[in-house]
């Protein structure tokens, strides 16, 4: 193919050492690959270095509420009704979201341990979630979980508020590119990943084994199992998580993880 070469026409100056000629269609082709690959599914974040001091302040099952209440904010942090609907959730609207209509007294023991923690605001009647632990947009950080909103609104009516708060404790612990549970979730190298096995996770996260192995069995999101129990040879079960309830990178889901769980595009 013809080399071309770029001039700077004021000066005369060959500038091809330092710029390249491309052509408008492959400018075209390159905007299309990125439509393809960017995942533009609704989704809020969790921030992996932080959330911690919520599940330590918290019960398991007030970490599935608050779970289930990050799903509902803004950009500026406010639990509003709905993506379309920003009217500021009241506590009757948290109420019934939460399925807790009938259970009052266990909301606003969840409502005041998240407020006393720091973890909601309250100011004129207007509810926000601390951003130091989940917030929704676009993120610069290696350090933060895509929650798939859509997904845990659909099957909260269909799923322990336990199990969620249980699949809550994890979230620290996604390996970037594999969506492995380990000990290193920011390690670079696949051959450096230190998977967890069931004592391990179980530790980690602050169950027993019995529990853990007994709850991952049962846990599914929309009729899709949400960790994957990967057996290689002798060695101790490893777990990965469901790349379409949790991911953490911004373009779409391996194709392995896919096909792992053989994932409905949504």
């Known amino acids: 193919m013809r080399r071309l070469r770029v001039i700077n026409t004021e000066t005369g100056e060959d500038l091809s050492h330092d710029y390249t000629l491309r052509h408008r269609s492959q400018d075209a082709a390159f905007r299309q690959q990125q439509k393809k690959t960017v995942d533009r599914r609704d989704f809020s974040n969790a921030n992996m270095s932080n959330i911690h001091e919520v599940y330590d302040a918290l019960t398991t099952a007030q970490c599935g509420y608050l779970m289930l209440l990050q799903c509902y904010v803004d950009y500026s942090g406010v639990l509003v009704k709905s993506g379309r609907d920003k009217t500021p959730m009241t506590t009757a609207d948290m109420l019934n979201v939460l399925q807790l209509a009938k259970k009052r007294m266990t909301f606003y023991d969840f409502l005041s341990a998240c407020i006393d923690n720091d973890i909601i605001h309250e100011e004129g009647g207007v509810y926000s979630v601390n ?22 609104k659909r099957v909260y009516s269909e799923v322990k508020a336990t199990d969620i708060g249980l699949i809550y404790r ?57 960790v994957a129990r990967i057996k290689v040879g002798s060695e101790p079960e490893r777990y990965t998580f469901n790349p379409n309830v949790f991911y953490r990178q911004s373009k779409e889901p391996d194709k392995t993880l896919i096909a792992m769980f053989n994932v409905k595009k949504v």
Request: glycine share 6%.
């Open 170 to 226: 994890m979230l620290p612990f996604i390996h970037f590119e594999t969506n492995a549970l380990c000990e290193n979730p920011f390690e670079k190298s696949a051959k450096q990943i230190r998977w967890f096995n069931k004592k391990e996770l179980a530790a980690a996260i602050g169950v027993t084994s019995d529990t853990l192995g007994r709850r991952i069995k049962q846990m599914k999101f929309d009729g899709e199992y949400v």
């Open 131 to 152: 951003e130091r632990y989940h917030f929704k947009g676009n993120f610069g950080s290696q350090y933060v979980v895509k929650l798939y909103s859509a997904k845990i």
